[in-house]
């Protein structure tokens, strides 16, 4: 039976790692976040944590809270198609009320890190960091003005991930092999 995993969680909590394991495992990716820094580039605006942040939240101002997985849906189905999926960083309650939806079978995985180690991952990132201050400016916009909170507390499975991988992926082929029994 194919699947189909969103991984959420706050920024630095490894949603990346958990994709990039499962993707390893065979499944196809679909990056949330993409959507907005490809919309961004299409617009001419620089990516930075400002601009991302005003970005983000505006297209959903314009469009609603579920925009992103609307403009992502075509892919989901095509992947979904073509086998096991895997959804990283599906960001609010309407992006995972549209896609419960349509697939019924939708498994909510949250990734917890204690915060302080996340802002230091984050920090210290080479791709996209962000300073101590951004990052706590980030997370409170997420909580209020994306929605993120709801599939976080609403999630099917946790792992929790303060750094020792082993564990991580001990519990993550845990919750892979209870999903294959249900």
């Known amino acids: 039976m194919k699947k189909i995993l969103a991984v959420v969680g706050m920024s630095g909590s490894?949603?990346?790692?958990?994709?990039?394991?499962?993707?390893?495992q065979g499944y196809k990716k679909i990056y949330f976040g993409g959507v907005i820094y490809d919309k961004m580039k299409e617009a001419g605006i620089p990516i930075t944590p400002e601009t991302q942040k005003e970005f983000r939240e505006n297209i959903r101002k314009e469009h609603g809270m579920g925009v992103v997985a609307?403009?992502?849906?075509?892919?989901?189905?095509?992947?979904?198609?073509?086998?096991?999926?895997v959804l990283d960083g599906l960001y609010s309650w309407d992006e995972y009320l549209i896609l419960k939806e349509k697939f019924p079978d939708l498994k909510l995985i949250c990734i917890c890190t204690d915060k302080k180690i996340r802002y230091n991952r984050v920090e210290s990132r080479p791709d996209r960091p962000f300073n101590h201050e951004d990052i706590i400016k980030r997370d409170i916009a997420e909580i209020e003005n994306s929605a993120k909170g709801g599939p976080i507390a609403y999630a099917d499975y946790y792992i929790l991930n303060n750094g020792d991988l082993p564990l991580f992926y001990k519990r993550l082929e845990e919750i892979l092999d209870d999903i294959d029994n249900d």
């Open 70 to 85: 609307k403009i992502l849906l075509p892919k989901i189905e095509e992947a979904y198609n073509r086998g096991d999926t």
């Open 14 to 24: 490894g949603k990346s790692v958990a994709t990039t394991y499962l993707e390893d």
